[in-house]
Nanobody
Framework: QVQLVESGGGLVQPGGPLRLSCAAS????????MGWYRQAPGKQRELVAT???????DYADSVKGRCTVSRDYAKNTVDLQMNNLKPEDTAVYYC?????????????WGQGTQVTVSA
């Protein structure tokens, strides 16, 4: 079982940057897809960005050009660099891992970290 621990959330002013990091309890090279989701109050959880273990990244339209997702294989982390943050980016951000082991699919979630964009 993979454990995920997020860090880096907080309060940031509109237009500012923030970097989130998610530490995995195992070597992330074996995790097929890692990524970030977010959930704002009263809304469903939505995809922010994903990255495969071939370092292929994908982004939600709402964050394209403002966010970069990356894996650090030395630290076993997946990071999300967010720039030019907007109030609508305010949400709890969750780290996600998806792996396939012996043909069985597993999904894991972190506990979430709050990001608040406000002046």
């Amino acid at each position: 079982q993979v454990q995920l621990v997020e860090s880096g959330g907080g309060l940031v002013q509109p237009g500012g940057p923030l970097r989130l990091s998610c530490a995995a309890s195992e070597n992330i090279i074996s995790i097929n897809i890692m990524g970030w989701y977010r959930q704002a109050p009263g809304k469903q959880r939505e995809l922010v960005a994903t990255i495969t273990n071939y370092d292929m990244a994908d982004y939600a339209d709402s964050v394209k050009g403002r966010c970069t997702v990356s894996r650090d294989y030395a630290k076993n982390t997946v990071d999300l660099q967010m720039n030019n943050l907007k109030p609508e980016d305010t949400a709890v951000y969750y780290c996600h891992a998806h792996e396939v082991v012996a043909g069985i699919r597993y999904d894991y979630w972190g506990q979430g970290t709050q990001v608040t964009v406000s002046a």
